[in-house]
């Protein structure tokens, strides 16, 4: 167990819903980061928060946004939802940005 | 932007022999090379990770080496045993950090009994 915890673990979500997938990093952790797993796409970046602030921006779609709040857990809100956004999501953490612990992931169905 | 690539796609290995998997990468001003194991289900969890001030770094079974001229890395795993059946996947980022991780697609290992 990593410490990082994601809930929920699946999904099952109609296309053009809107869905808020939630990150609790490891205990002392100040940097949060997003990524997408899909079988076409591999393991994509999405975003990155430390200490509260947007640190880094990989291939996140405008449909896409994050937050991590001032007790440091963190969300991904996916809106207008299609298909081809089924994947896991993992939400990762470390202590500064030296190393990423992975969570369990969300698997996000979209039908 | 960063491309990692990585090889082979699929390994099988017998049970005690060794397994190497290389990835290149393209963007020289990377310098944390993280490796990660992930079994089915399950979350990838990093398993060794080295940074450029470094050639080798080895813990027990598990080795990395890294040549910045080449621009590649590899991980090897001596006297593998069938809990070494995952896929691994190497990653690059800039800055000594985990920010920003690119991704190389991933080594289906098997380690066969």
């Known amino acids: 167990d990593s410490g990082v915890t994601q809930t929920p673990k699946h999904l099952i979500t109609a296309t053009g819903q809107r869905v808020t997938l939630r990150c609790s990093p490891r205990s002392g952790d100040l940097s949060v980061y997003w990524y997408q797993q899909s079988l076409d796409q591999g393991l994509q970046f999405l975003i990155q928060y430390y200490n509260g602030e947007e640190r880094a921006k990989g291939n996140i779609l405008e449909r896409f946004s994050a937050q991590q709040f001032p007790d440091l857990h963190s969300e991904l809100n996916l809106s207008s939802l299609e298909l081809g956004d089924s994947a896991l999501y993992f939400c990762a953490s470390g202590l500064r940005e030296t190393e990423a612990f992975f969570g369990q992931g969300t698997r996000l169905t979209v039908v | 932007g960063e491309n990692v690539e990585q090889h082979p796609s699929t390994l099988s290995v017998q049970e005690g022999d060794s397994a190497v998997i290389k990835c290149t990468y393209s963007d020289s001003a990377s310098n944390y090379f993280p490796w990660y194991k992930q079994e089915l289900g399950k979350r990838p969890q990093l398993i060794i990770d080295?940074?450029?001030?470094?050639g080798e770094k080895k813990d027990q079974r598990i080795a990395v080496t890294l040549n910045k001229t080449a621009k590649h890395f590899s991980l090897h795993i001596t006297e593998t045993q069938p809990e070494d059946s995952a896929v691994y996947f190497c990653?690059?980022?800039?800055?000594?950090?985990?920010?920003?991780?690119?991704f190389g697609s991933g080594t289906q290992l098997t380690v066969l009994p």
């Open positions: 990653a690059a980022s800039k800055g000594g950090s985990a920010r920003q991780l690119t």
């Open positions: 080295i940074r450029s001030n470094v």
